[in-house]
């Protein structure tokens, strides 16, 4: 497959093998969050954006595994490096029983394990003085552990506080924070003494009130701020172990916060001392044309949680946060993964070695301006840092009927909160696979037309 001349060619998604393949799955599986019944054929031809499936249809993969691909498919810039590496058995190890190498020095090392991508994480993560890493296995144990180290850190602290509209994972820790659709949460027991407070998106939110509808913001200051026993609230802040934040929410709908919102959570957790905790999970690694999101923002985040683009979990912050007493952190693969390490540190090697960062939020800037020059009026809203980047529309029906109409043409996208698309293409895109994908997105939106009927 050329990269530089492939287009989608896709004939009556699902085809019958991906029916076959699908049944099959699903004969022995729970049921989970399979958004379209796209089935990727490992064996055929794919490269960054392009995939074929087990049906032979080429697709345009403007989701990249909701970003646990960064790079899309069998992309030279990652697999080029992979192949000079002889894989071995086992490739997962008890990677914080046991200490592994590639060589007889970290600096001869054949090609980067676990102990290089936590340096390098460290490195990307320096703004904020963050030296101490936690590898994991998914995000949610990145956040579970985030958790963790603030409760160690912040002792005897009972309250954490959390914003409506976020998802940080499915763990009983995490989904104690969770705060998006009921059906993540419903009968399952949480944590006590989270605090939750609303989200604020508005674009014209001024902070006083009087601007906008967030429910942040009220007359007598934020809802934030109003809690806190020495503002005439109820909770100590002393006793507060963590705020957690999604500088960007995912799940809840690629929901930006305002200037005004961030810059309170940025003194409130400043003044009393708070730890924050930033969940970066689908935010992060390149995705906004920053490392991390938070970059773009006013804040200083305490501890990191990084997953997804890493193909690890992470977690990531300063030595005097993480607990200093063996064995109150462990994980028997959390640390082995050796393909994984090698993923995550060759995938932040590469975001630095083509400069995908700036080629991130170029690419953004182009498909934002597609997007809004082609817009018809029932699209309300296009927003978006880097590549990562959100269409709303006015209903949720017109919503699902467009990505629908899109995967007929065979671009693969993603609907996430109850009315937004969101378009995740790989950070080296280029060009002309912006204005392909954008321009058959634009046409799926044109055929759903004024009434949406969703299959």
Aim: proline content about 6%; hydrophobic content about 35%; aromatic content about 8%.
């Amino acid at each position: 497959m050329d990269r530089d001349t492939a287009e989608p060619d896709a004939d009556a998604l699902p085809g019958p093998n991906a029916e076959r393949w699908v049944n099959f799955h699903q004969a022995h599986s729970a049921p989970s969050e399979y958004s379209h019944e796209f089935v990727w054929d490992v064996t055929r031809e794919a490269d960054g954006p392009f995939v074929t499936d087990v049906d032979g249809n080429v697709l345009l993969d403007f989701t990249c595994h909701i970003g646990a691909a960064p790079l899309g498919y069998n992309n030279e810039k990652v697999l080029g490096k992979l192949r000079e590496f002889d894989l071995v058995e086992p490739m997962k190890i008890a990677g914080q029983d046991m200490y592994f190498g590639a060589g007889p020095t970290p600096e001869e090392s054949a090609l980067p394990g676990s102990s290089h991508l936590m340096e390098k994480l460290t490195e990307v993560s320096s703004q904020y003085g963050m030296d101490t890493v936690f590898l994991s296995n998914s995000g949610a144990e990145a956040v579970e552990n985030a958790m963790k180290i603030a409760h160690d850190h912040r002792a005897p602290a009972k309250y954490g506080v959390a914003f409506a509209g976020s998802f940080h994972g499915r763990t009983f820790g995490a989904l104690s924070i969770t705060k998006s659709k009921e059906v993540y949460t419903r009968h399952y027991p949480q944590i006590s003494g989270i605090e939750t407070v609303p989200f604020c998106d508005d674009r014209g939110c001024d902070g006083t009130g009087d601007a906008c509808d967030c429910g942040f913001f009220t007359g007598d200051g934020s809802q934030l701020r109003s809690a806190l026993a020495p503002e005439g609230g109820h909770i100590n802040p002393d006793e507060i172990a963590f705020l957690v934040l999604e500088p960007i929410q995912g799940v809840g709908g690629y929901r930006f916060p305002s200037d005004a919102f961030v810059r309170e959570v940025a003194a409130v957790t400043d003044e009393y001392d708070i730890p924050l905790v930033v969940d970066e999970i689908q935010s992060g690694v390149g995705r906004t044309g920053e490392i991390w999101a938070s970059d773009h923002y006013p804040i200083e985040p305490d501890v990191i949680a990084s997953a997804k683009a890493l193909r690890v979990g992470a977690t990531i912050s300063r030595s005097e946060i993480f607990p200093s007493e063996k064995n109150r952190l462990g994980s028997t693969f959390g640390g082995g993964d050796l393909l994984g390490s090698m993923m995550g540190a060759l995938t932040l090697e590469a975001i630095e070695e083509y400069d995908l960062l700036a080629n991130a939020t170029e690419r953004g800037e182009q498909a934002k301006e597609l997007l809004r020059d082609d817009a018809p009026d029932h699209v309300v809203d296009v927003r978006g840092k880097g590549l990562m980047l959100a269409v709303e529309f006015d209903t949720p029906e017109r919503r699902t009927a467009v990505v629908q109409e899109s995967l007929k043409r065979g671009l693969l996208t993603l609907g996430c909160g109850k009315k937004t698309i969101r378009l995740l293409p790989p950070l080296d895109s280029s060009e002309r696979e912006i204005e392909l994908g954008i321009g058959i997105f634009c046409d799926a939106i044109e055929a759903v037309g004024a009434s949406p009927k969703a299959a």
